[in-house]
């Protein structure tokens, strides 16, 4: 298994440009996360997902949109860049069937808007 | 509301014992986790621990779960400076949106030679 895949690893852009962050896994999980951690704090939650097309908002979705068309993938859209959503963005997973209800990280995406 | 609070850097000397603390405020956290995270890679969970008990031990990690405190701390023995890494602890409520988790802003070890 390769677990939780993330790519780009590495992306600049300019403010106002669009992207999107991939991210997927092999594990069958239901749950899907995608959080930002910016320098010197924790991860702060931006949406989630229980099930291929259901997703919801997390702390801090507001400049992001997302979709579950498929249980492997769920990709983060970033529409109109701007430098405070300068930060790394890691996705998770979890599955339901496990007993301690941890997660699954990614390695990665390191953005800088500017 | 969640919160989930850490001391930002800790540094030892190899072959002591590092302590990291954690204090959460929900109290109907049903599991409580440690998760590393070496330099430019994601989290990998460390251990964890489940909220009716008072401690965790796996090899030379001790995890002990202070209910009354909300207080969690993550022992390591005989520090190796492959251990220096951001520790972050989180805490899990199960709802119906699935397993959601807050995250303390992790704490700094650094392992002096």
């Known amino acids: 298994n390769a677990g939780v895949t993330q790519t780009p690893k590495f992306r600049i852009l300019k403010i106002g440009q669009s992207m999107t962050l991939q991210c997927a896994q092999d594990?069958?999980?239901?749950?899907m996360y995608w959080y930002r951690q910016d320098p010197g704090m924790g991860l702060k939650l931006i949406y989630y997902?229980?099930?291929?097309?259901?997703?919801d908002k997390g702390e801090v979705p507001n400049g992001y949109n997302v979709s579950r068309s498929t249980t492997e993938d769920f990709p983060l859209r970033l529409e109109l860049a701007a430098p405070s959503q300068t930060s790394v963005y890691f996705c998770a997973s979890s599955g339901p069937g496990l007993r301690n209800n941890e997660q699954f990280f990614g390695p990665g995406t390191r953005l800088t808007v500017l | 509301g969640e919160d989930v609070e850490q001391s930002l850097f800790l540094s030892v000397r190899e072959g002591d014992s590092s302590v990291i603390n954690c204090t959460y405020t929900?109290?109907?956290?049903?599991?409580l986790y440690w998760y590393k995270q070496e330099p430019g890679a994601g989290l990998q969970l460390l251990t964890y621990?489940?909220?009716?008990?008072d401690m965790k031990q796996d090899q030379r990690l001790t995890v002990l779960l202070n209910k009354k405190d909300k207080h969690l701390s993550l022992r390591i023995a005989d520090t190796q400076t492959g251990d220096s890494a951001i520790y972050f602890c989180?805490?899990?409520?199960?709802?119906?949106?699935?397993?959601?988790?807050?995250f303390g802003g992790g704490t700094r070890l650094m392992v002096k030679p």
């Open positions: 594990m069958n999980h239901n749950y």
């Open positions: 621990i489940f909220s009716n008990m």
């Open positions: 989180a805490e899990s409520i199960r709802d119906n949106a699935g397993n959601m988790l807050t």
């Open positions: 997902s229980v099930g291929a097309g259901i997703t």
């Open positions: 929900d109290s109907s956290s049903t599991y």
